[in-house]
């Protein structure tokens, strides 16, 4: 087992059970047998799909589905279709920031985030990625009138 599989497994048993839901519950509403999602939270090894994590998400009401995803290791559909769509722009942006250290790139993405409109919590924008309106509805969700 490797590290990466334990604290993913880990975090999403913490998750759940600080949500009060049962593991039978949870594996039921992400449409996965109680074994298998007992197994994911072991942190063996087993390769979840994306439509599988989409679904966990939902099932445990995560509040991002692409930090659920970058706990996997993987980045969203969401962000692979954005990162998909301006390939050239990001493979730049990429190859110019892996020659530099940690703490330029990071003040780089803070003065890059700052100035990028706030027309939805961030919260907000992640949760609704794949919710049906119930979901919207139920979670609290909904577009704001301008």
Known sequence: MTDAYKEFGAYLREYREARGLRLREVARNAEMSHAYLSQVERGEPRSLSDEKLV?????????????????????????????????????????????TDDATVKAALKKLLGELPKKVEDKHLLLTFELGAEDKQRHGTRKRRS
């Open 55 to 99: 679904a966990l998400g939902k099932a445990l009401h995560h509040e991002s589905l692409p930090e659920l995803f970058a706990r996997a290791g993987r980045i969203s559909p969401l962000e692979s279709a954005i990162l998909r769509k301006n390939a050239d722009a990001w493979s730049l942006f990429i190859s110019y920031f892996k020659r």
